[in-house]
């Protein structure tokens, strides 16, 4: 059974770091593109970040850019987001999710962020 | 940006036939999938490549994809398919459509 659970998330001031894993089991991590995708409070869903098999290549949504970095070890079978410069409107419940042919089959329980002071 | 537009909400009776559109430039060029979403709980594929269904997601789920909109079809809806849906198309990045809250009543 594919499972993949989050952690790490929780209260931040403004402008501080905050590092979030997702510990994955059930399939091959290695042979999976992975995501994180975020859900602000009572809103749609956003791609934040992605990263290939070996970790080679990594992509950001826009906003994020400079400011967090994905990575992964694929020996531990785990996903990462370092967040960096955090602001209120990073404050959300970030997904990890598994890529498959462009779409997401699956997906964490979600660990929420809340940037505040 | 690739921006990707659906109902805020739609409505159903039960044991009617629901359809959520998902509207984006050309969105027929590309594969179209979607997600269903109950309230506090995580996102679950139940269309994907425009009209395919993962195991375990009932038949009563279909899709279809065509110029500028996909959409997705719920025949004999019930209860428990009240939720939020969500398209997701890909342009150079994975984009999401805004959500659609199917009330089912």
């Known amino acids: 059974e594919v499972q993949l659970v989050e952690s790490g998330g929780g209260l931040v001031q403004p402008g501080g770091s905050l590092r979030l894993s997702c510990a994955a089991s059930?399939?091959?991590?290695?042979?999976?593109?992975m995501s994180w995708v975020r859900q602000a409070p009572g809103k749609g869903l956003e791609w934040v970040a992605n990263?290939?098999?070996?970790?080679?290549?990594?992509y950001y949504v826009d906003s994020v850019k400079g400011r967090f970095t994905i990575s992964r070890d694929n020996a531990k079978n785990s996903l990462y987001l370092q967040m960096n410069s955090l602001r209120a409107e990073d404050t959300a419940v970030y997904y990890c999710?598994?890529?498959?042919?462009?779409?997401?089959?699956?997906w964490g329980q979600g660990t929420l962020v809340t940037v505040s002071s | 940006s690739y921006e990707l537009t659906q109902p805020p909400s739609v409505s159903v009776s039960p044991g009617q036939t629901a359809s959520i559109t998902c509207s984006g430039d050309?969105?027929?060029?590309?594969?179209a999938c979607w997600y269903q979403q109950k309230p506090g709980q995580s996102p679950v594929l139940v269309i994907y490549?425009?009209?395919k269904r993962p195991s375990g997601i009932p038949e009563r789920f279909s899709g279809s994809n065509s110029g500028n909109t996909a959409t997705l079809t719920i025949s004999g809806t019930q209860a428990m398919d009240e939720a939020d849906y969500y398209c997701?198309?890909?342009?150079?990045?994975?984009?999401f459509g805004g959500g659609t809250k199917l009330t089912v009543l």
């Open positions: 999710a598994r890529e498959d042919s462009m779409y997401f089959d699956y």
């Open positions: 059930g399939f091959t991590f290695s042979s999976y593109w």
């Open positions: 990263i290939k098999q070996d970790g080679s290549d990594k």
């Open positions: 050309e969105l027929g060029d590309k594969y």
């Open positions: 490549q425009d009209s």
């Open positions: 997701q198309a890909w342009d150079n990045s994975p984009v």
